[in-house]
Each structure stands twice: as structure tokens, then as C-alpha cells.
């Protein structure tokens, strides 16, 4: 007989920094009187994540789609976007509203993310760039995604959004392509309520972001660009700062939450955990299963609802493709035909809940849970 929990349990809680910790950081604000346009928190908080990160230039944002928005007009970029259907909305709605058109591209069976074999079929005169997503902080297959580039003049940004902290044979995943993005939604591992960051190597790209995120304004006389509002406020920053304070004791919790379910989970037929290759240093930002349904014995679907049923509230992350929305679906990359990978995989991920907080017992009781559907539906 199982049991539903008396308390909802979602798919994350945010990392709450002790309620002093962030007080202490608020009175600082309060005496400086100094609330947004680059203040002290701010410049604290960019120095500490670009140490965090490894990677030399960090300009921090409101959000990450803004930070998107940014970088594809700071890269100049027009035309047709390469970019996966597996994805957040933010990713493609950013290429559309930079006025540039996403071109939907099949995903690796393994990694998830953007598929490079897939790629340079794609590229026409009209393509300008690679916009690929390290899908739940699963690194793309950065080094074939920069060959392709190189041979045909495209620029490479990254959707980072889940990946912070995660490194590729121990350099930080903010140095690859021209710049990524991180996203430091509430949801996220890392976070400052809302907020965000672009990260690159080069230092007049890292100044194009800062001008265009401040309106375009170089000076009181001076306005260059069509910049936008995008500037992280003092409010979040010091919420960031106590945050990340705190993230090495998260991610060990995290650590022990996964091995866990790894633990719990072994052995279910029809269930794969999905994994980064070797030589990646983890976010742990989702702890993702595919369900197949034909050897697991029922679907996805199926699982997500009898889960609801127990009051554990997983979620389908990135269900349904964004290349099925309305403003995408016409598009001729968007064919299900062409797509034919997320088209299976969309159908067989399930985050399951995984935040520091989450006690193991729990653990326990949702794996108890799958293996209960599993046998009894
Ligand atoms: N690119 C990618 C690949 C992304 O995944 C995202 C964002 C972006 C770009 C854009 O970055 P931002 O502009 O957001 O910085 C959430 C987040 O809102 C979104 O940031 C994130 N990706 C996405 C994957 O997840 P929802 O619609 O799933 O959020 P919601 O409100 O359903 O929250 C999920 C669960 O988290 C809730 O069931 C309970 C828990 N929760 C949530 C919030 C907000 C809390 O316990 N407390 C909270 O305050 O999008």
C-alpha cells in the first residue's frame, strides 16, 4: 500500500540563504541608498560568479531572456538560428523577437542536446548562428558544434540556462562559443529570485552587453545601439550573493539526492537515468528518467499522473516541442519528420524532484512509488 504524501512535492524549492544573510546584505543597500544601475552588490556579485564559473567576462541581467535577447543583437545576428526543439519557450522566442527565424534541428539520442550530425545540413546562405541548449546541464557536444562554425562562418551562443557550474574537463562552460547564457530563475540551483548573466572571453563583447542592457547609453551625451532595460537591480543581487554563499552545501545535498534515486532506481525495467559523459562536472540541476513505455509497461504520462495522485508533482521538461506551438509549427524545419529523435524523447522524460531539502526518506517513498505503478499502474 503506498502512501501519497500530506505535502505537496514539486520538482524544486528554491535555495533560501539564511534569513540574516540576506538582511545583513539588504542594510548595505539601505545606507548606500543605491538600489539599481550597477551598484556595489551588483559589481560584487559579477566578480564572485565569474570566479564561480571560471570564465573571464560576466555581465549580469534581469533575466535570462533578456540576456538571450542581448546576446543575439550584440552577435549581430539575422536570418535563420539553428537552434532544438527540446527546449524552454525562452529559447526560440528569443531568437523571434531578435527578429531573426529559429530553424528546429534533431537532438542527440544520448546527450539530448542539439545533434551536430544533424547541423550542417541545415546551414544556408541565410543561416547566421548555432543557438544550442545545455538541456538540463548537459553539455552540447561543444567541440563538433565549433568545427561546424568555424568552417562556415557562424556564430555560436549558448543556452546555458541549466548548466551553472558545469564544467567540460574541468573549464567552465561559459568559455565555449561566443557567449552563453545562464538563467538565475527562483528554479534554478543558482539564483537571485529572477536574474541571469551572459559570460564570453572577449572584453568589448562583454562591454557590447553591459551598453546594451543599459539602453545603449555610453554616457550622459552619448546612446549607441538599440540597447534595452536589462540591468540586475541591487535587491537581487545581494539575494544572489547570499545565495551562493550557500550553493556548495546544496549541491552536496543534491549529490547525496541523486545517488540516491540512482540507488532506489536501479534495476527498473524500462527506466534509464539520464547521465553527462564522462569528464563532466554536474549542476545537478534536474535529475531526469526516460521511460520507455514498451519495456517499463506503461507511459510517461501515465507515471506524471499516478505520481500526482501521491501528491508528487514531477514535470515533463520540455514538453510538448517547441517546434509543435502555434508560431513554430508551420515553419518546415518544425516536421515531425525532420525531428525525429525529440519527437520519441519528449515523450519519455520525467524530472523528478530534486532540490537540497528533500529528505531521503522521500526519495525513497517516490522510488517506491514507480516501482508500485510499474507493477500495479
Ligand atoms: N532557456 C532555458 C533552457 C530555460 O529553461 C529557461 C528558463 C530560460 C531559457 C529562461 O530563463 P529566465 O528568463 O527564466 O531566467 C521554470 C522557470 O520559471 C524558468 O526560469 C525555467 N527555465 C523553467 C525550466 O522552469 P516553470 O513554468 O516550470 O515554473 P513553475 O512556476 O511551474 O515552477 C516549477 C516548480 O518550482 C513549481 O512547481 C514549484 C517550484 N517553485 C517555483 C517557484 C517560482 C517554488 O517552490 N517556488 C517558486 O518561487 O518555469
Known sequence: MIRPFDEPIYVTRPLLPPLDALQGRLAEVWSSRWLTNAGEQHERLGAAIGRYLDVPQVSLFNNGTIALLVALRALGIRGGVITTPFTFPATPHAISWSG??????????????????????????????ILAVHVYGIPCDVNALQDIADRHGLK???????????KIGGVGIGNFGDASMFSFHATKLFHSAEGGALTCRSASLRKTFDDLKNFGILSQEEVSGIGINGKMNE?????????LECVPAELERRRAVIARYRERLEGIRGLTVVSEPGGVESSCQYFVVRIDPVSFGCSRDTVFDRL??????????????????????????????HLPVATRVVQEVLCLPLYGTLPLPAVDAVCDMIRHIQTHG
Open 100 to 129: 531573426a527565424r529559429p530553424v528546429f534541428c534533431d537532438i542527440d539520442p544520448v546527450r539530448l542536446t542539439l545533434d551536430p550530425a544533424r547541423v550542417e545540413a541545415l546551414i544556408t546562405r541565410d543561416t547566421s548562428c
Open 156 to 166: 555560436v551562443l549558448y543556452d546555458a540556462a541549466h548548466a551553472f557550474g558545469t
Open 235 to 243: 535587491l537581487q543581487a545581494a539575494l544572489g550573493l547570499a545565495v
Open 308 to 337: 500526482k495522485h501521491y501528491n508528487v508533482f514531477a514535470r515533463k521538461y520540455f514538453h510538448p516541442l517547441c517546434s509543435t506551438y502555434d508560431a513554430y509549427r508551420d515553419l518546415p524545419s518544425a516536421s515531425p519528420a
